[in-house]
Each structure stands twice: as C-alpha cells, then as structure tokens.
Nanobody, 125 residues
Framework: QVQLVESGGGLVQAGDSLSLTCVVSGRTFSSYFEAWFRQAPGKEREFVAAVSWSGGSTYYADSVKGRFTISKHIAKNAVYLQMNSLKPEDTAVYYC??????????????????WGQGTQVTVSS
C-alpha cells in the first residue's frame, strides 16, 4: 500500500517562506514522478510543481515559477516544496501526489495514482 504523508503547512504572512515535506512509503521511491497540487476554497485543484524520478528535472506552474522550488531526497523517500515570497493567493490545501505521467501531461492530476491527505497553507496579507 503506497502512502504519502504531507507536513509543514501553517499560517504565515505575505512575503514569508514555508517548506512542505511529503514522505512516501510502500514502493520504490525513485521510480515515480512526484508532484504538488493545491486547492483553494471554491476552486479546482491545480498543479504547482513536479519532479522527475531521478530528481534531475523539475516543472512548475507559471504562478509559482521563481518563488517555489521542488526537490526530492531519494534516500529519505521525501519530496520537498520550498515556498518563498508567499502571497495571499497561495492560500490552499497542498497535496502531494505520485505517479508516472506521460511527458505532455505532467501537470494533469489524472496522471497521478497516489495522493496524500493534504496540508493547509494560509497566507495572510
């Protein structure tokens, strides 16, 4: 049984930084892509960032490019999302996901088979 557990969410002010962690268990960690998605109140879940199985390639939504950094530590079975210069519009529940997406669909949530329970990030103005 594959499990993903997120941690690190919280309440911060605009301009602050926050780091999220996702620990994956139950499979060979290095064989999948991992991604972060988020869902704000009243909105659909959207892609934030993804990292390839090796950690060598990363992908970002335009809204977070230059502010967020995704990385993975294979030995620790962990994926991280470093979020800098946070804005109120970054407020959402952040979800970690794992899967094997085809190249054009790295940002499509249907390409990911396993999901965490989510962690709340709230950015006050």
């Amino acid at each position: 049984q594959v499990q993903l557990v997120e941690s690190g969410g919280g309440l911060v002010q605009a301009g602050d930084s926050l780091s999220l962690t996702c620990v994956v268990s139950g499979r060979t960690f290095s064989s999948y892509f991992e991604a972060w998605f988020r869902q704000a109140p009243g909105k659909e879940r959207e892609f934030v960032a993804a990292v390839s199985w090796s950690g060598g390639s990363t992908y970002y939504a335009d809204s977070v490019k230059g502010r967020f950094t995704i990385s993975k530590h294979i030995a620790k079975n962990a994926v991280y999302l470093q979020m800098n210069s946070l804005k109120p519009e970054d407020t959402a529940v952040y979800y970690c996901a794992a899967g094997d997406p085809v190249a054009p669909r790295i940002g499509v949530q249907d390409e990911y088979d396993y999901w965490g329970q989510g962690t709340q990030v709230t950015v006050s103005s």
